[in-house]
């Protein structure tokens, strides 16, 4: 509700114009991460499965519980983006998305492969029903189809370059 509130507020067109554009830009980005995150998983397999001694399937099965997971927190989530504010869980779902990732990285195990899968597709779960309201609040009407379009092409501009931001991190930094 705050940020239907906040939207209401600019009242030149300039202004209004200019926030429209910064909010697409912003909830764009968020959705480019959060498709970037849906495939670092899938990027790591062949160093997971050499690292942590296990097959693909086994690998698939935290694939699984992100999917499942973020399916099942869609709605709860959209119930406390109305509740909270879409800014404020979006902010939350970004961090949670970046430190279950770094959780991996420093503690790299099976169960912590899992975890991550679980705190990745809570986070996941955010970005379309904050990403929504913020859109819906803050861009005119006239101009809502091009801006899901942005947003959306944003995201599955994420999942393109994933793998070619993962085989540079992994070839540089390594595992």
């Known amino acids: 509700m705050a940020d239907v509130l906040a939207a209401s507020q600019h009242t030149g067109a300039p202004v209004r114009a200019a926030s429209s ?39 698939g099965f935290p694939l699984t519980v992100f999917a499942v997971v973020s399916a099942l927190t869609q709605a709860p989530v959209g119930y406390l ?20 990732l770094a959780m991996l990285g420093v503690y790299l ?9 679980v705190l990745l597709g809570l986070a996941n779960a955010v970005y379309h029903p904050s990403d929504y309201a913020l859109l819906s609040a803050h ?10 379009g942005v947003h959306t092409f944003a995201g599955y501009l994420g999942g393109a370059v994933a793998p070619a931001v993962m085989a540079a991190l992994v070839t540089t930094v390594g595992g």
């Open 81 to 100: 983006v109305d509740r909270a504010g879409a800014r404020r869980i979006l902010l939350l779902g970004l961090t949670l998305g970046g430190l279950s």
């Open 109 to 117: 195990s099976y169960a912590s492969l899992v975890v991550s899968a």
């Open 21 to 59: 554009l910064r909010t697409l830009a912003l909830i764009s980005l968020a959705h480019w991460v959060s498709h970037l995150h849906m495939l670092v998983l899938p990027m790591l397999f062949p160093y997971l499965k050499e690292k942590l001694g296990v097959g693909y399937v086994e690998l």
């Open 139 to 148: 861009m005119e009407e006239s101009r809502m189809g091009r801006a899901f």
